[in-house]
Antibody
Framework: QMQLVQSGAEVKKPGASVKVSCKAS????????IHWVRQAPGQGLEWMGM????????YYTQKFQGRVTMTRDTSTSTVFMDLSSLRSEDTAIYYC????????????WGQGTLVTVSS | QTVVTQEPSFSVSPGGTVTLTCGLS?????????PTWYQQTPGQAPRTLIY???TRSSGVPDRFSGSILGNKAALTITGAQTDDESDYYC??????????FGGGTKLSVL
């Protein structure tokens, strides 16, 4: 089964960017989609977008288009989520989650990365 | 902007049955939305309960079941246990691409 290990907590100032990594192991990285989901303190889950490591294709929800970039490094089975122009409302736990191609659900989740945006 | 609706909170007695629902602000939920249900306890990542409307994820007790009821997806817990006290989220795949989560239901078992 897939294991996803994310990078550690980050503290950023408003206007800065943050890059969170998600390293996959245990299954064929390139036959999955990797999704990013965030959760603000005390709030619900919010889907941000996805990347297909096999070909690098990305899909971002409209809310984050222009501010988010998802990339991958197939040599290390790692995907990255870069969020720019940070504001206080971006303070959240960011999760990566895997979807085996065309199964339409997120089967394995990373442990989450807390990003705090504060001046 | 598509909104996925869930009951904000629900309460059930131990041993009782509860049905949580997942709807769309406009239109009906269908199997082509691939409704998925997640359970989340504080401080933990979500856990997959039900996917593709009604398929239980590995290791999920059979007291959890999924279905389409009317124009909504539904998660039914039959014989609720105190351990089931959690937040429950549904997520739908949208025809234009992408996914939208519901706001979540906080379930109390008491």
């Amino acid at each position: 089964q897939m294991q996803l290990v994310q990078s550690g907590a980050e503290v950023k100032k408003p206007g800065a960017s943050v890059k969170v990594s998600c390293k996959a192991s245990g299954n064929t990285f390139t036959s999955y989609h990797i999704h990013w989901v965030r959760q603000a303190p005390g709030q619900g889950l919010e889907w941000m977008g996805m990347i297909t490591p096999g070909n690098g294709a990305t899909y971002y929800t409209q809310k984050f288009q222009g501010r988010v970039t998802m990339t991958r490094d197939t040599s290390t089975s790692t995907v990255f989520m870069d969020l720019s122009s940070l504001r206080s409302e971006d303070t959240a736990i960011y999760y990566c989650a895997s979807e085996k191609s065309a199964t339409y659900y997120f089967d394995f989740w990373g442990q989450g990365t807390l990003v705090t945006v504060s001046s | 902007q598509t909104v996925v609706t869930q009951e904000p909170s629900f309460s059930v007695s131990p041993g009782g049955t509860v049905t949580l629902t997942c709807g769309l602000s406009s239109g009906s939920v269908s199997p082509s939305n691939y409704p998925t249900w997640y359970q989340q306890t504080p401080g933990q990542a979500p856990r997959t309960l039900i996917y593709n409307t009604a398929t239980r994820s590995s290791g999920v007790p059979d007291r959890f079941s999924g279905s389409i009821l009317g124009n909504k997806a539904a998660l039914t817990i039959t014989g609720a246990q105190t351990d089931d006290e959690s937040d429950y989220y549904c997520v739908l795949n949208m025809s234009g691409g992408g996914y939208v989560f519901g706001g979540g239901t906080k379930l109390s078992v008491l």
